[in-house]
């Protein structure tokens, strides 16, 4: 099966810095990568997403980057804010699956200070 | 629109005990998935639902169980539960390889 490995397991930042999450995944069939952000005690959030036929994705201060030959992404936020902090997971979906079955990075604690 | 929910929120149950958690998709979706998410880890997959069929499991014993009923709603159910079992299990939907949704989760501690 997919091995999702993410990090760094924690990062703090000053309001305003940018972020730079990381990920790499081993099945190189897979195609679609989701980034979640779980704020304590609440759901899993999809923030943004990227498919293989693309090599980036922004929506406002998110961007997420895909690099299939080195088989790792990443997620970047700019100008943080005190309420981007919260667990980021990423995922990278199952390539055997026709459901989309996700695998896990083990997640990275964002913390802004003001 | 109601997004994904999931009943109860919280529960407690003692080892050996059997339990049942409940999640409803978001409306259009037709694919429920369950996954376990440890404290501190990222969420594991248990198990998916298609068209009220088990579909794909993942690396959980068969303690686990599920059912997807006809207005694609589901149910995770656990027999003899074990201390290593309490965890937030959270059930996401979707529509074949599609963004996938989570519902708030149950947290099941088991003492």
């Known amino acids: 099966g997919e091995n999702v490995e993410q990090h760094p397991s924690t990062l703090s930042v000053q309001e305003g810095d940018s972020a730079v999450i990381k990920c790499t995944y081993s099945d190189s069939a897979s195609n679609y990568f989701p980034w979640y952000k779980q704020e304590l005690g609440k759901r899993p959030q999809l923030i943004i997403d990227?498919?293989?036929?693309?090599g980036e994705k922004k929506d406002q201060r998110i961007a997420v980057t895909l690099n299939k030959t080195a088989k790792h992404f990443s997620l970047h936020i700019t100008e943080t804010q005190p309420e981007d902090s919260a667990v980021y997971f990423c995922?990278?979906?199952?390539?055997?699956?026709?459901?989309?079955?996700?695998?896990f990075g083990r997640g990275t604690q964002l913390t802004v200070w003001p | 629109d109601a997004g994904v929910t999931q009943s109860p929120t919280h529960l407690i149950k003692t080892r050996g005990q059997q339990v049942t958690l409940r999640c409803s998709p978001k409306s259009g979706h037709d694919t429920v998935s369950w996954y376990q998410q440890a404290l501190g880890q990222g969420p594991q997959f248990i198990f998916q639902?298609?068209?009220?069929?088990?579909?794909q499991r993942g690396n959980f014993p068969d303690r686990f169980s599920g059912h997807q009923f006809p207005n694609y709603s589901s149910e995770l159910n656990v027999n003899a539960l074990l201390l290593g079992d309490s965890a937030l299990y959270l059930c996401a939907s979707g529509t074949g390889r599609s963004e996938q949704y989570f519902g708030p989760g149950t947290r099941l501690t088991v003492t």
């Open positions: 990227i498919r293989s036929n693309v």
């Open positions: 639902y298609y068209e009220e069929e088990e579909r």
């Open positions: 995922a990278a979906e199952d390539s055997g699956s026709t459901l989309g079955r996700l695998y």
